[in-house]
């Protein structure tokens, strides 16, 4: 009898988040994971004897009050990250964001969170070379699983939620595009990270959606007649107007926005 092969041992930091549960469901049966749900900023209390780390853990809170605790979250956290992967060169795959790239007037720093991703994007360009790091910038994610963010959930799912629950869908006047990334199509690119070469890549469909569509898509998945109600958007100066991710690196999403939204919500919550 031959011995079967033995899985790689893989690391997750953020294991029971948004995209860290969709990845851990896509891993699970080929790996041998480890979820690790302790606050990594007080160190990771554990041998390394892995073969790839995730890093997902983050405050991904845009609105949150604290800067320096935001700040402090999320650069200590990749700073201890390295930490204990650089002895074994363990390679190191984590989630950076879209949101470092600012507004349509190419302002870069429009709240905490984002900054903290250009200055962890910046921390891991000095360290490639000294270990192999892939990150990825996901634009805006929706999917199952979406539900435990909250407010922070994308615009596709707070929609649905608000339609569910007999309100009208609240849309910004103005024209708005964004990159919308089904989260399967984010959980293959996360895979895909593991072949990847060192560096930073955009983490989209490539193409840029108006928000209208998007809403449009929303109502017709959920068979409503619903009008939605137009509000002034009080985040203008400080919200992404425009998001088109750049995948010529050579990522092909499986889902458009009208595909992923469909599956989301025929065959999810």
């Known amino acids: 009898m031959k011995n ?9 930091t953020g294991a029971f988040g948004f995209i860290g549960s969709n990845l851990v ?14 606050d990594i900023c007080n160190g990771i209390e554990m ?37 204990f992967a650089i002895p074994k060169k363990t390679k190191v795959i984590y989630a950076s964001s879209a949101a470092l790239y600012g507004n349509k007037k190419g302002e870069m720093v429009i709240n905490a969170y984002a900054n903290s991703k250009r200055l962890i994007d910046e921390i891991a360009k000095q360290f ?12 805006n994610v929706y999917g199952p699983g979406e539900l ?21 869908p609240i849309i910004f006047e103005g024209k708005f595009r964004r990159d919308f990334i089904y989260v399967k199509d984010v959980v293959k690119a996360f895979k895909q990270a593991m072949r990847m070469k060192s560096g930073i890549y955009d983490l989209g469909t490539g193409v840029a959606t108006d928000f209208r569509k998007i809403l449009k898509l929303v109502i017709k998945n959920l068979d409503v007649n619903v009008e939605p109600k137009f509000v002034k958007n009080p985040y203008l100066g400080k919200y992404q107007e425009f998001t088109k991710a750049d995948i010529s690196w050579g990522f092909k ?13 025929q065959n999810h919550e």
């Open 148 to 168: 435990q963010k909250g407010g922070m959930a994308s615009m596709v799912t707070r929609w649905k939620t608000q339609i569910l629950e007999g309100e009208r």
């Open 25 to 38: 469901k896509a891993l699970e049966d080929d790996y041998n994971l480890v979820c690790y749900d302790k």
């Open 4 to 12: 079967k092969k033995k899985k790689k041992k893989i690391l997750i």
């Open 253 to 265: 999403p499986d889902y458009t926005p009208e595909e992923g939204i469909k599956d989301y919500f």
């Open 128 to 139: 490639i070379g000294k270990l192999p790091i892939v990150g990825l910038r996901p634009f």
């Open 47 to 83: 041998k390394n004897d892995f073969d790839i780390i995730y890093h997902l853990a983050a405050n991904a809170d845009t609105r949150f009050p604290n800067d320096v605790e935001m700040y402090r979250n999320n650069i200590l956290s990749f700073l201890e990250v390295l930490r």
